[in-house]
């Protein structure tokens, strides 16, 4: 049986890069903390927003670099939904599934 200690001290955020081809490049995503899940809940909520705004809100709470800084902050939300549609999609479905957002999760 694990002990408290044990739990706690586990890091099991996990990461994942994951290909951009739209930019000929990759990103590293992180499964979300307990934190990182309210952030993202706070960021969302009561939002009358199209789904870009979510699939952006998605890539500011998972989207880190290489010693696991987050790359975006919610000032960023609106140049993400500049991006294109399609590879902004993309990256939000990456994301989920690798969250556990997904049914194939």
């Not at 408290?4 to 994942?16: M, P, S, V």
């Not at 739209?22 to 009358?48: F, K, P, Q």
């Not at 705004?53 to 709470?61: D, H």
């Amino acid at each position: 049986m694990l002990t408290k200690e044990q739990i706690l001290a586990a890091a099991c955020l996990k990461t994942k890069t994951v290909e951009i081809p739209e930019l000929n490049g990759e990103i590293i995503i992180r499964t979300m903390s307990g934190h990182d899940r309210d952030a993202y809940t706070d960021l969302v909520r009561d939002r009358d927003a199209g789904s870009s705004y979510f699939a952006a809100c998605l890539v500011v709470t998972c989207a880190v670099d290489a010693q696991g800084n987050k790359l975006f902050d919610a000032g960023d939300i609106d140049a993400l939904r500049a991006l294109s549609g399609p590879m902004l999609t993309n990256l939000a479905n990456e994301i989920a599934e690798h969250c556990g957002f997904t049914a194939t999760a």
